[in-house]
């Protein structure tokens, strides 16, 4: 057992200096090399994205508070749902946990100083700016109302908005995203600490593997899609124009065939945070460690293999829906082992309930409910009738803001006290993931009984029944809206006045608390050697540990 | 129509088949969450930090429990695919013996048409208990129709027939909603089902102006469009007899062979070129931009119409 003056002794007094934060000029950050600081960097970025994506939701919902809307245009409404779309996927979720987090982390839980090719990691920040840079200026212009999807032959040759722009501001996002990408697996491969084997690595580094992999075989096609659509605007070149024989459908194959990818791209590294958040909170290994790292890898593989259920009543083939359905249930397999094994790591813990904690329990509640609707959907004959309605907004809310953005809050709570030196406030922080549990049930589970009742998605007005469904999911927006501005404040609030962290607030078993907070420029004074596997807790002897410092 | 329900009508054959998988696939899922929810609880309130419980040897993970938990549901998952796809299997065939509707989407209506020549805008009228089989086609971008009261729903695309069939087994009026996204008034591309006793369906199909069918039109667009001119039994020209062709083979001047199907009967009127039959010429124009979606049907209907009838010997 700890005593709390131990705790007091490691937690107390100033933090190491100079650290990665110690230079503030401009000039200092916009040529950083340091991953941590290009971490930082994505985290502004980002949370700009997500505040523009968000406003424009909120507006959704209020439009949505009566059947006949009023507040706008269904034009207006039209842009704000592809804004929300197009922003949330490509600007914030994609790069959410991977760029900020994984950018900051992943070198620490490798023992090395930095990245595989910094510069090239700078590169992607700059990149992902330049694209950011073309969405906005396609916002500014007027807005595009394809929806994010850019479904033709609508987006090619019948929309009057600005899809051009925004086609390449995703296009050149893109390259950001390859680049993180390769350079997580050069950095796994190649620089992991002496005695790091790959069954010795944290279960958050095997799923930003795993996403980065998907990264860079999946976003490509993207882009190929991205500029067949741009051809065919600018030249009418016919690809998928049925009047010069090309095939609007095919254009469905090529986009999911990135998008589906991009869905796990969208939630592995949320689950790779949350292997972490358990065990550190039941201070103990993690229950079939590999079975949960090669989950991560089966789902890389087979996440490439179900594009076509997003297709079943497209058109395709009658024999590919067949397919393509038995192996969305295969692919729910390995997420359904994730999901058990951090149910058997809380046996026998010793279970600490702090914020990162919480976030992670709620990401499983979460998380499970929207896999489970999943099934629902790889289901052909249930498909038919909700697909392309409020249900599967409500399904993929669930795993993408549920599920990721869960995760991404309650790592983004564990690596605080990492990122500044300080902690945030216990309290505010609880309270904060309770509101965003709450806030988020009440706006999406009302969404599922709307979507079977056979409300269509992309609805700027809607049957009067309805009405019901769409003020109680206005009511738990405003919620979940308080729940994200909570941590916004408290964040800021101890950057400057929170409470000195120390090293390893958490008595975390990773190499990345083994290091000063907030870090120095190169991470390590000596490179760590590894001797044993992770999570080497005791939940035994922590069974009376007091984390003193929450 | 416009009642509060949290459950949608069931007001077709299809809807109860749709609706009893939903059920047991919702009962999977309170199963599951049971499974892992209740443990989750337990676990975090007897291990809670500071409690006295058992920690000692705790297990760090045991294959035959991995392969249990990962076989489970794979075989669970397999019963539900193959329960789903039966049911899909049926609803994507179109049975035989069915009441034919035409339907074209465009932004931002449903245009109706059916055999007995009346048409509609935003309404379809049919007799309950009979299967009634809509063949589809958008005159722009990618629209779909959805009856949530039949829980059935299938994208109409442009250049391309769809079909989409259901028997209603309620009367009353239903919603159809466009749930493929399709510009700025998608969500006005509403429009509903009238379900009717067949005697107020035979009454309602002879009210109104009074149309010629769709046979009656596609034969006199035939004649009028010049299709008769090399088509015909009598012509002059050498252009292949429509007699007897659909649903048949067609042997092809690139040695394949096709059946002639609406979608081949659409393609030879608008890219003459694409299939050429062997024996002979290219020399057909295209009628690409010089029919409507609605007009190019017509002249399909007479075709199959005609195709029932013996090839006359030449």
Known sequence: MISATEIDIQTGGEFARPNYLSEHSVRSWLLTTDHKRIGILYLFTILFFFAIA????????????????????????????????TLMVWFFLIPSIPAVLGNFVLPMMLGARDVAFPKLNLTSWYLFVLGGAFATWSLIRGGVDTGWTFYTPYSTTYANSHVISMA??????????????????????????????????????????????MMVLATPVLAMTL?????????????????????????????????????????????????????????????????????????????????????FVSSQSVYAGMIFSALSFLVAVPSGVKVFNWTATLRKGSIHFATPMLYALGFIGL????????????????????????????HF?????????????????YWWPK???????????????????????????????????????????????????????????????????????????????????????????????????????????????????????????????????? | MDQFHLFPPQASSTAYGVDTLFFVLTLISLFFIAVVFLPILFFCIKYRRGSSADRSNPSNGSNAVEVGWTTLPMLMGLALFSWGAVDYFRLERRPGNAIDV???????????????????????????????????????????????????????????????????????????????????????????VVVMQPQAYENWLKTGEQTESIVRAGERLFHDRGCSGCHAVNSQFHAPLLQGLYRNPVPLANGTV?????????????????????GYDNIMPSFSGHLSEQEIMQLIAYVKAIGQQEPPPR
């Open chain 1, 419 to 550: 990122i500044t030196g300080r902690l945030y406030p216990e309290l505010w922080g609880k309270l904060a993931a309770l509101a965003t549990f709450l806030g988020f049930n009440l706006t999406f589970f009302p969404l599922f009984v709307l979507g079977y009742l056979g409300q269509p998605r992309r609805y700027h007005v809607y049957p009067p029944e309805f009405q019901v469904f769409h003020v109680l999911s206005t009511a738990g927006a405003s919620i979940l809206g308080v729940g994200y501005v909570m941590p916004l404040i408290y964040f800021i609030w101890s950057a400057k006045h929170g409470r000195v962290a120390g090293p390893n607030p958490w008595r975390a078993t990773g190499l990345e608390w083994q290091t000063s907070s907030p870090p120095p420029t190169h991470n390590f004074k000596v490179t760590p050697v590894v001797t044993s596997d992770p999570y080497n807790y005791s939940p035994e002897k922590d069974a009376d540990l007091d984390l003193a410092s929450i």
């Open chain 1, 397 to 413: 809310h669930y795993i993408m803001v549920g599920g990721m953005v869960t995760g991404f809050m309650g790592g983004l709570h």
């Open chain 2, 258 to 278: 096709v059946t002639a199907d609406d979608q081949y009967l659409r393609d030879s009127i608008l890219q003459p070129a694409k299939q050429i039959t062997a």
């Open chain 1, 367 to 394: 998380f499970v409910i929207g896999g489970l609707t999943g099934l629902f959907l790889a289901t052909l004959s249930v498909d038919v009738h909700v697909h392309d309605t409020y249900f599967i907004i409500a």
């Open chain 1, 54 to 85: 968000s406003v424009a939701a909120a507006l959704m919902r209020i439009e949505l508070l009566y059947p006949t809307g009023g507040l706008m245009t269904s034009e207006t409404y039209n842009k704000l749902f592809t804004i929300h779309g």
């Open chain 1, 168 to 213: 390449a501001g995703v296009f050149v996002a893109g390259f950001a995203t390859i680049i993180t990408g390769i350079n997580f697996i050069v950095t796994t491969h190649k620089m992991r600490a002496p005695g790091l084997t790959w069954f010795r690595l944290p279960l958050f580094v095997w799923s930003l593997y795993a996403t980065s992999l």
């Open chain 2, 102 to 192: 035409e339907v074209v989407g465009k932004q931002w209506m449903w245009k109706v048409q059916h055999a007995e020549g009346k048409r509609e805008i935003n309404e379809l009228h049919v007799p309950i208990n009979r299967t009634v089989a809509l063949t589809m086609i958008s005159q722009d971008v990618i629209h779909s129709f959805f009856v949530p009261a039949f829980r059935v729903k299938q994208d109409v695309v442009p250049g391309k027939y769809t079909s989409e069939w259901f028997k209603p087994t309620r009367t009353g009026e239903y919603h159809i909603f466009c749930s493929q996204y399709c510009g700025t008034q998608h969500a006005r591309m509403i429009g509903r």
């Open chain 1, 227 to 311: 500029g067949l659509i741009s051809l065919e605007r600018i030249w009418g070149v016919g690809i998928f124009d049925p009047n010069l024989g090309g095939d609007p459908i095919l254009f469905q194959h090529m986009f999911w065939f990135y998008s589906h990818p991009a869905v796990y791209i969208m939630i592995l590294p949320g689950m790779g945070v949350v292997s972490e958040l358990i065990a550190c909170f039941s201070r103990k290994r993690v229950y079939g460690y590999g079975w949960v790292a090669c989950a991560s890898m089966a789902i890389a593989i087979l996440g490439f293999l179900v594009w076509g259920h997003h297709m």
